[in-house]
Protein backbone atom coordinates (compact mmCIF):
# COMPACT_ATOMS: atom_id res chain seq x y z
CA UNK A 1 0.00 0.00 0.00
CA UNK A 2 1.53 3.21 -0.75
CA UNK A 3 -0.71 5.57 1.24
CA UNK A 4 -3.44 5.22 3.36
CA UNK A 5 -6.91 5.24 1.94
CA UNK A 6 -9.11 6.39 4.55
CA UNK A 7 -6.96 9.33 5.26
CA UNK A 8 -9.37 11.93 3.07
CA UNK A 9 -7.38 14.93 4.87
CA UNK A 10 -4.12 13.82 2.38
CA UNK A 11 -3.10 16.96 0.33
CA UNK A 12 -4.18 16.25 -3.23
CA UNK A 13 -0.09 16.01 -4.41
CA UNK A 14 0.31 13.77 -1.68
CA UNK A 15 -2.66 11.56 -3.19
CA UNK A 16 -0.57 12.32 -6.62
CA UNK A 17 2.98 11.07 -5.66
CA UNK A 18 1.33 7.88 -4.62
CA UNK A 19 -0.29 7.27 -7.73
CA UNK A 20 2.50 8.13 -9.81
CA UNK A 21 4.73 5.80 -7.61
CA UNK A 22 2.47 3.00 -7.95
CA UNK A 23 2.07 3.42 -12.16
CA UNK A 24 5.71 3.29 -11.99
CA UNK A 25 5.99 0.43 -10.72
CA UNK A 26 3.10 -1.20 -12.81
CA UNK A 27 4.15 0.28 -16.21
CA UNK A 28 8.35 0.23 -15.92
CA UNK A 29 9.79 -1.18 -12.38
CA UNK A 30 7.85 -4.66 -12.74
CA UNK A 31 8.30 -5.15 -16.73
CA UNK A 32 11.90 -4.57 -16.47
CA UNK A 33 12.39 -6.63 -13.61
CA UNK A 34 11.06 -9.78 -15.60
CA UNK A 35 13.08 -8.56 -18.51
CA UNK A 36 16.03 -8.96 -16.24
CA UNK A 37 14.90 -12.37 -14.92
CA UNK A 38 13.93 -13.47 -17.98
CA UNK A 39 17.69 -12.65 -19.33
CA UNK A 40 19.03 -14.05 -16.09
CA UNK A 41 17.81 -17.36 -17.30
CA UNK A 42 19.90 -17.12 -20.46
CA UNK A 43 21.65 -21.07 -20.83
CA UNK A 44 24.93 -19.80 -22.21
CA UNK A 45 25.97 -18.22 -18.71
CA UNK A 46 29.07 -16.66 -20.63
CA UNK A 47 27.06 -14.04 -22.65
CA UNK A 48 24.23 -13.55 -20.17
CA UNK A 49 25.50 -11.63 -16.94
CA UNK A 50 23.18 -9.68 -16.07
CA UNK A 51 23.72 -6.45 -13.49
CA UNK A 52 20.52 -3.86 -12.04
CA UNK A 53 20.74 -0.57 -10.40
CA UNK A 54 19.14 2.27 -9.75
CA UNK A 55 20.33 5.89 -10.13
CA UNK A 56 17.90 7.94 -9.51
CA UNK A 57 17.73 7.76 -5.75
CA UNK A 58 19.63 10.29 -6.97
CA UNK A 59 17.63 13.47 -7.63
CA UNK A 60 19.81 15.98 -9.56
CA UNK A 61 19.78 19.69 -8.87
CA UNK A 62 19.36 20.50 -12.46
CA UNK A 63 15.77 21.19 -12.02
CA UNK A 64 13.11 22.76 -14.68
CA UNK A 65 10.63 25.52 -14.50
CA UNK A 66 7.79 22.94 -14.82
CA UNK A 67 9.46 20.15 -12.57
CA UNK A 68 9.49 23.14 -9.55
CA UNK A 69 5.74 24.43 -10.51
CA UNK A 70 4.70 20.84 -10.72
CA UNK A 71 6.22 19.84 -6.87
CA UNK A 72 7.08 16.61 -8.24
CA UNK A 73 10.38 15.02 -6.92
CA UNK A 74 12.57 12.99 -8.11
CA UNK A 75 13.51 11.68 -11.46
CA UNK A 76 11.56 10.15 -14.63
CA UNK A 77 12.50 7.26 -17.05
CA UNK A 78 15.66 8.38 -18.86
CA UNK A 79 17.44 11.06 -16.96
CA UNK A 80 19.77 8.44 -16.36
CA UNK A 81 21.47 8.91 -19.78
CA UNK A 82 23.25 12.06 -19.64
CA UNK A 83 25.34 10.41 -16.63
CA UNK A 84 26.27 7.92 -18.76
CA UNK A 85 27.56 9.64 -21.51
CA UNK A 86 28.88 12.71 -19.31
CA UNK A 87 27.05 15.65 -20.12
CA UNK A 88 27.14 16.76 -16.25
CA UNK A 89 30.80 17.03 -16.89
CA UNK A 90 30.75 19.37 -20.32
CA UNK A 91 30.28 22.80 -18.74
CA UNK A 92 29.94 23.91 -22.79
CA UNK A 93 26.75 21.74 -23.28
CA UNK A 94 23.79 24.12 -23.33
CA UNK A 95 21.23 21.20 -23.90
CA UNK A 96 22.51 19.65 -20.51
CA UNK A 97 23.90 22.61 -18.43
CA UNK A 98 22.69 23.14 -15.12
CA UNK A 99 24.69 19.93 -13.17
CA UNK A 100 26.67 20.40 -10.10
CA UNK A 101 29.88 18.75 -8.77
CA UNK A 102 27.68 16.23 -7.28
CA UNK A 103 25.71 15.10 -11.00
CA UNK A 104 29.47 14.86 -12.35
CA UNK A 105 30.68 12.51 -9.59
CA UNK A 106 27.73 10.52 -10.03
CA UNK A 107 28.69 10.46 -14.20
CA UNK A 108 32.03 9.72 -13.56
CA UNK A 109 30.66 6.80 -11.52
CA UNK A 110 28.22 5.83 -14.20
CA UNK A 111 30.46 6.04 -16.90
CA UNK A 112 33.34 3.92 -15.02
CA UNK A 113 30.86 1.10 -14.52
CA UNK A 114 29.24 0.84 -18.22
CA UNK A 115 32.58 1.01 -19.36
CA UNK A 116 33.98 -2.09 -17.68
CA UNK A 117 30.55 -4.00 -18.27
CA UNK A 118 30.94 -3.38 -21.95
CA UNK A 119 34.48 -4.69 -21.79
CA UNK A 120 34.19 -7.35 -19.58
CA UNK A 121 30.48 -8.31 -18.85
CA UNK A 122 31.22 -7.27 -15.30
CA UNK A 123 30.62 -3.27 -14.25
CA UNK A 124 33.22 -3.92 -11.25
CA UNK A 125 35.87 -5.52 -13.78
CA UNK A 126 38.85 -5.37 -14.79
CA UNK A 127 39.22 -1.63 -13.77
CA UNK A 128 38.37 -1.40 -10.28
CA UNK A 129 36.59 2.25 -9.19
CA UNK A 130 39.77 4.17 -8.00
CA UNK A 131 39.42 5.29 -3.73
CA UNK A 132 40.66 9.07 -4.75
CA UNK A 133 37.70 11.15 -3.77
CA UNK A 134 34.92 10.46 -1.30
CA UNK A 135 32.30 9.12 -3.79
CA UNK A 136 34.96 6.87 -5.36
CA UNK A 137 35.59 5.80 -1.66
CA UNK A 138 32.35 5.15 -0.72
CA UNK A 139 32.02 2.98 -4.47
CA UNK A 140 35.06 1.80 -4.05
CA UNK A 141 34.02 -0.98 -1.40
CA UNK A 142 30.52 -1.84 -2.77
CA UNK A 143 30.04 -4.84 -4.44
CA UNK A 144 27.55 -5.26 -7.42
CA UNK A 145 25.77 -8.77 -7.24
CA UNK A 146 25.13 -10.37 -10.81
CA UNK A 147 20.93 -11.41 -10.74
CA UNK A 148 20.62 -14.61 -10.80
CA UNK A 149 17.72 -17.03 -10.54
CA UNK A 150 19.34 -17.59 -6.67
CA UNK A 151 19.24 -14.17 -5.57
CA UNK A 152 15.90 -12.20 -5.00
CA UNK A 153 16.91 -9.37 -7.60
CA UNK A 154 19.73 -7.45 -6.30
CA UNK A 155 20.44 -3.90 -7.35
CA UNK A 156 23.08 -1.20 -6.79
CA UNK A 157 21.32 1.49 -5.57
CA UNK A 158 23.48 4.88 -6.94
CA UNK A 159 23.36 8.19 -5.32
CA UNK A 160 25.02 10.75 -3.30
CA UNK A 161 23.90 9.47 0.03
CA UNK A 162 23.10 5.58 -0.77
CA UNK A 163 25.95 3.46 -1.91
CA UNK A 164 25.13 0.26 -1.38
CA UNK A 165 23.52 -3.24 -2.99
CA UNK A 166 19.87 -4.63 -1.88
Not at 58 to 66: A, D, G, N
Not at 69 to 76: F, M, N, Q, V
Not at 132 to 156: C, D, K
Amino acid sequence: MYWKWFNFQDHPKTIRNGVLAALSDVLFIAPLIETARLHSIDDDRETSNTFMYVLFAHESKRRTEETIASGIRGSISGDHIPYIFGNPLDKDDDLYSGFTAEDQMISRIMMHYISNFVKSGDPTKPVQLQAMTPIGERFHSVAWPQLTQRNREPYLEISMSNFRNK
